[in-house]
Each structure stands twice: as structure tokens, then as C-alpha cells.
């Protein structure tokens, strides 16, 4: 019921494991291209996990109650799904956006980071989406410091995807992390600033805001995982695992390949 606090060790351990975690992502990235199943590119981020990194894809056979057990590797979810799209034989096409979920397990501890990918050429829909949602994500984690209240962070991404006439998914939000997948705190991605608990060094945890381009009401389909918009609208989703520092955030998902902070993705 408890925010854990993490030690040096355990801080450690989780820059081992979040740089894992983002290293696949870059690897993956050459190969999203038109044609190639979602199932291909989770067989090689399963390949790279185990027979590179010596890590355990977090997702495979995770079981929160409620849910049957998650089939693979990988999330990758595409267009209209909002996110725990299932890899399967479809293959990509031009202008599909997607969204890639990495969660390795090394040395017990986890890290968890998502990208966005534009499968050429992209629309310009498309693209202003991933980009706002990209800026979402930064400045919820720009108010990361001791202090600050969870409030504040949510608070930043939904004015920030409403300014945009985008709407905030509500019923998925970022999560504590450290030897467990999901722990406390919550970290919702829509509110009022001064709300919520106050943040203090040595937190750990996901900011992951999922926007959508229309409504923000979700539907769950049938196999009980994949979740889209109920509108259709295309939807896109960033994340990172975040540390509160003593005077601030350290992003812990960084690798030779993360996009910079203020980058402009598509220009
Ligand atoms: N990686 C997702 C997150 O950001 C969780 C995926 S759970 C799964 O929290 F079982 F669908 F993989
Ligand atoms: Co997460
Ligand atoms: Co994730």
C-alpha cells in the first residue's frame, strides 16, 4: 500500500535494467518497415532479450488478476490501438503509427520504456499526433522534482494534449517500479496541479501517457488485452521510467538512440 523508496542498490540495478529495456528499442528500429509482421518484430526483440541481453521480457505470461496470461514478448500497438496490442502475422503498412512496449527483467529488477514509429511516409495526422504525445510525456516529466505533487504531472499532459484538441485516456496510467512490474503510486496522466501525493527522492516510476486523436473512451476487445478507441481515432502513447533525484528527475530508459527531449521527431 506503500511508495517504495529505493536504495542506492536498487537504483543501480534499475539503470542496468531501464538501459536494457531502451537498447531494444533502438535495435528494433531499422526493422519497422512496411510489410514486416508485428509478430517478426516481437520474435526479434524476444531474441535480442534473452540471447543478447541475457534479460526476461517482463510481459510474457504476466497475469494480473483478471486477465488471462499475456502471450508475448512484447506489446505493439498500432493505429487505433491504444495499447497491450498483441503481436500477430499483420503486417505494417505505410503511414501505420505504432507503439512498441519494452519491459525486460535483469537481475530481477525491471525497466520499462515505450517508443512511437511512423511506418513511412506518415500523415500528417499521424506525425502531429506521435509529436504532441512526445511533448506530453516531457513536460509531465519535467515536473519531476521533490516536492512536487503527483497532480502537478498529470496536470501538465492534459492541458497540454487538450490544447491540441487530443483527448487523455483515463482508464491506463503510469506505475511505481523497481523488483515488482506495477506498484505504487498511480501516476495518472490527467489533473489538477497541488493534488495527490508529494513526490521524494528515490521514487521510481513510468510516465506513459496514452492520447488519442478523437474521444478518449477505450473499448477492450474480445482476447480480453488489446484495448483501442471506442471512436476508432488513432491513438499514441511514449514512456519512460523516471527516478526523483535530490534536485530533480534522472530518466533512467536513455540508450545511445533515445530521442532528446525538446526533438522535433518528424522535421
Ligand atoms: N509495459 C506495459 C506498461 O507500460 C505493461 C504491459 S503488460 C502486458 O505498463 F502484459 F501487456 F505486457
Ligand atoms: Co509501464
Ligand atoms: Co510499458
Redesign the pocket.
Given at each position: 500500500m506503500t511508495v517504495t523508496i529505493k536504495n542506492e542498490h536498487d537504483i543501480a540495478k534499475m539503470r542496468i535494467a531501464c538501459r536494457l529495456a531502451s537498447e531494444v528499442l533502438d535495435y528494433i528500429t531499422p526493422f519497422v518497415k512496411p510489410g514486416i509482421t508485428t509478430n517478426e518484430l516481437d520474435k526479434l526483440c524476444h531474441e535480442y532479450m534473452l540471447n543478447k541481453q541475457y534479460a526476461i521480457p517482463?510481459?510474457l505470461n504476466?497475469q494480473?488478476s483478471g486477465?488471462p496470461p499475456?502471450p508475448?514478448a512484447?506489446?505493439i500497438s498500432v493505429n487505433d490501438v491504444i495499447?497491450?496490442g498483441i503481436p500477430s502475422d499483420k503486417k505494417l503498412k505505410n503511414n501505420d503509427i505504432l507503439n512498441i512496449?519494452?519491459?525486460v527483467v535483469k537481475d530481477g529488477y525491471f525497466g520499462?520504456t515505450?517508443r512511437m514509429f511512423i511506418v513511412n511516409p506518415g500523415s500528417i495526422l499521424g506525425k502531429r499526433l506521435v509529436q504532441v504525445t512526445y511533448e506530453c510525456m516531457w513536460l509531465g516529466i519535467e515536473r519531476v522534482q521533490p516536492g512536487a505533487y503527483l497532480g502537478d504531472i498529470g496536470y501538465a499532459i492534459q492541458r497540454h494534449a487538450e490544447a491540441h484538441g487530443y483527448s487523455v485516456v483515463r482508464e491506463?496510467c503510469?506505475?511505481g517500479i523497481g523488483n515488482v512490474?506495477?506498484e505504487e503510486p498511480q501516476i495518472l496522466h490527467y489533473g489538477h496541479p497541488g493534488t495527490g501525493i508529494q513526490l521524494q527522492p528515490g521514487m521510481i516510476f513510468?510516465i506513459?501517457p496514452m492520447i488519442n486523436a478523437g474521444r478518449r473512451e477505450i473499448r477492450t476487445m474480445p482476447d480480453r488485452?488489446t484495448v483501442k478507441t471506442r471512436d476508432h481515432s488513432l491513438s499514441a502513447q511514449w514512456?519512460h521510467t523516471v527516478l526523483v533525484t535530490k534536485t530533480g528527475y534522472e530518466v533512467l530508459t536513455v540508450s545511445a538512440n533515445t530521442p532528446q527531449p525538446s526533438q522535433s521527431l518528424y522535421d
Open positions: 517482463a510481459p504476466y494480473p486477465y499475456y508475448k512484447t506489446c495499447c497491450h512496449d519494452i519491459t520499462d515505450s491506463y503510469g506505475h512490474f506495477h513510468t506513459e488485452w514512456e
